[in-house]
Every structure is written in C-alpha cells, then in structure tokens.
C-alpha cells in the first residue's frame, strides 16, 4: 500500500457516528479526507445498500445479508478505497469490516470465522489504521432515533442492538491497537474532543504532522 491513511467510524444505531463524521471531516479539512459510507460509496455499492436496508426484503436470509455486504465492500475497497490510499489520500469510512462482524456475526449469529474469511475475501485482508468505535446503550440509541423512520436493521429492536454491541466490544479487545472506544454517553464535543486526540497521534505516528 501507498502512504495514505485509513479511518473507520463504527457503533450501533443511534450512538452518533454521523455527526462525528462532520467534526471529523473539519477538522482534517486541509488533508482533504475522502468521505465515504458502508455500504455504500459507489454506483454498484450503493444499489445494494438499498436492497440491504429495504424494509419490504423481511425475508432476506442471513447468509444472504453477508454476501451482499460484502459484494458492496469489494466494490467499494477496489475502486475506491485501495486506489486513494495509493495516491497517499486520506480515508475516513462510516462503517467498514467491523461491522460485518457484529451485526451479522453477534447479531444475526453466523460463525464469526465465515465472516472472517469472507471479510478476508472482500477486502484482501485491508483493514482500516484506526477505528473509532462509539460505545452507547441501545436503549439510548433508541432514544436518539425515536423519531427517525428505521431502515430494515434498525428495525430489529434492542436485544439485536445488545448483540451487536456485545460484537464490538468482543473486536476491540481483540483488536485494542486498531480500535479505539469512544464514550458516546458524552456530549458531542467530548466524543470529538476524544476523536481528534486518537485522529492526531495516528496522524503524528505516520509523519503528517
């Protein structure tokens, strides 16, 4: 790989990854951040998101989910996100690998090592320089979004959004040199205030500042 940089933003539904994509994106303004989503970020990759996230597709199996995340990843990390590190850009995706693990693998309860090979697959082993992971109780994300209309993975309610926290934090004490947790309970300026410093040592570390 080239010399650009890698940033993922994960978290449960509700635990604000949105608005610290925002701040993120200022504040890192003068790298000129790609700002991409999962899935999502391309033509192909962003029709799929819409089969996957289409509440009339009740009937979609898990298997299948996992496939199509991951057909929309391998677009989006071929076209996109491998050619700009190349070029020595600066990435920074809401969503990416992690993901897959945990909603799928401790929501939805395939086998994490399947998921593991199929994220190997997709990406060829690509995986982000830092992850920023916003740790929040369902119940409050919940809260956050009760007047949003949910997509088909928001709608699955609590204990699936326990599950899929549970795999989040399974990865990032698997993972504690990559994945940073965020304590989304903040107000949003301490969350930022704790993104910008991890943001900034990874920066520093890699010789951009």
């Known amino acids: ?15 604000g990854k949105t608005s610290l994509k925002e701040e993120i994106l200022k504040d890192l303004a003068a790298f000129q951040p ?6 999502g970020g391309t033509e192909i ?12 597709h009740q009937d979609m199996q898990a298997r299948t989910e996992a496939f199509l995340y991951a057909s929309a990843r391998c ?14 850009e600066l990435i920074v995706v809401d969503r990416y690998i992690d993901s897959t693990l945990a909603y799928q693998g401790f929501g939805r309860g395939l086998p994490l090592d399947f998921l593991q090979e199929l994220n ?14 916003l740790d929040l109780d369902p119940e409050e994300g919940a809260r956050r979004r009760a007047q949003d209309i ?3 993975l928001e709608g699955e309610g609590i204990l699936f959004q326990k ?17 940073r947790i965020l304590d989304a309970r903040q107000p949003l300026d301490a969350v930022v205030n704790g993104a910008r410093q991890e ?11």
Not at 45 to 56: G, M, Q, V
Not at 120 to 133: A, F, I, N, S, V
Request: glycine content about 10%; proline content about 5%.
């Open 1 to 15: 790989m080239g010399e650009g940089i890698f940033i993922s933003l994960e978290g449960i539904d509700g635990s």
């Open 34 to 39: 790609v700002s991409l989503r999962e899935p």
């Open 45 to 56: 990759s962003e029709k799929i998101r819409a089969i996957l996230l289409d509440n009339s």
């Open 75 to 88: 677009q989006l990390v071929e076209a996109v996100i491998k050619p700009g590190l190349q070029q020595g």
């Open 120 to 133: 190997q697959l997709c990406t060829g082993g690509l995986k982000p320089d830092l992850t920023l992971l």
């Open 150 to 152: 949910p997509d088909r």
């Open 163 to 179: 599950r899929v926290r549970e795999g989040y934090l399974y990865i990032a004490r698997q993972e504690p040199h990559r994945v």
């Open 199 to 209: 943001i900034e040592r990874l920066l520093i570390s890699r010789g951009w500042k």
